[in-house]
């Protein structure tokens, strides 16, 4: 049974960072495009980052280019988000993806993605 559990949310101040982790149970982790969403309350899911399988190609929405960045450690099995400068707008349950897709294109639709995790909460206070 493939698992993906997300940690390292919690409450930080705005202008705090936080680093989150997936790590998960796939066999072939290195074969799986791995994505970032979130959703903030009464709001849609939105994309967040994607990275592809060796993590050549990184990609992120809009809200939070230039803030958040995406790894991998396929040693690891593990994706992670390191977030900065964070504000009260990125409050959010935020949630790591597995993509089976053969090609590194429609990373920002969750419907390209075939494996979810549980979701990991962060708060920002202002």
């Known amino acids: 049974q493939v698992q993906l559990v997300e940690s390292g949310g919690g409450l930080v101040q705005a202008g705090g960072s936080l680093r989150l982790s997936c790590a998960a149970s796939?066999?072939?982790?290195?074969?799986?495009?791995m994505g970032w969403f979130r959703r903030a309350p009464g709001k849609e899911r939105e994309f967040v980052a994607a990275i592809s399988w060796a993590g050549r190609n990184k990609d992120y929405g809009d809200s939070v280019e230039g803030r958040f960045t995406i790894s991998r450690d396929n040693a690891r099995n593990t994706v992670y988000l390191h977030m900065i400068r964070l504000q009260p707008e990125d409050t959010a349950v935020y949630y790591c993806?597995?993509?089976?897709?053969?090609?590194?294109?429609?990373?920002?639709?969750?419907?390209?993605?075939?494996?979810w995790g549980q979701g990991t909460q962060v708060t920002v206070s202002s």
């Open positions: 993806a597995a993509s089976r897709r053969a090609q590194y294109d429609q990373y920002n639709r969750p419907e390209s993605y075939d494996y």
């Open positions: 796939l066999r072939t982790f290195s074969y799986y495009i």
